[in-house]
Nanobody, 119 residues
Framework: QVQLVESGGGLVQAGGSLRLSCAAS????????MGWYRQAPGKQRESVAS???????VYMDSVKGRFTISRDNGKNTLYLQMNSLKPEDTAVYYC?????????????WGQGTQVTVSS
């Protein structure tokens, strides 16, 4: 089992910054990828950024150059630094940890943290 707890969301004006944190605990040795997803009202959940065990990162096009995903392995914590925030970044942000499980893939999710960007 893996537990993920997000923090750092809040209300910020457009152009501002926030840093999200995700504290991970449990059986982390099998996790091969971690990432951040978001879901805005009436929309599907989408992948914002991910980081693999080897350090490779992937970002959705709309956040490239503005968001940075990183991790502190010693603290078992994942971060998402969000700069130049826009109203369209408003969503619930979820931490994700994924691992292969036999022939399939298994995902763990945090409870989510609200990010609201005012114009």
């Amino acid at each position: 089992q893996v537990q993920l707890v997000e923090s750092g969301g809040g209300l910020v004006q457009a152009g501002g910054s926030l840093r999200l944190s995700c504290a991970a605990s449990g059986s982390l040795f099998s996790i091969t990828r971690m990432g951040w997803y978001r879901q805005a009202p009436g929309k599907q959940r989408e992948s914002v950024a991910s980081i693999a065990t080897g350090g490779n990162t992937v970002y959705m096009d709309s956040v490239k150059g503005r968001f940075t995903i990183s991790r502190d392995n010693g603290k078992n914590t994942l971060y998402l630094q969000m700069n130049s925030l826009k109203p369209e970044d408003t969503a619930v942000y979820y931490c994700n940890a994924g691992m292969p499980r036999g022939p399939t893939w298994f995902d763990y999710w945090g409870q989510g943290t609200q990010v609201t960007v005012s114009s």
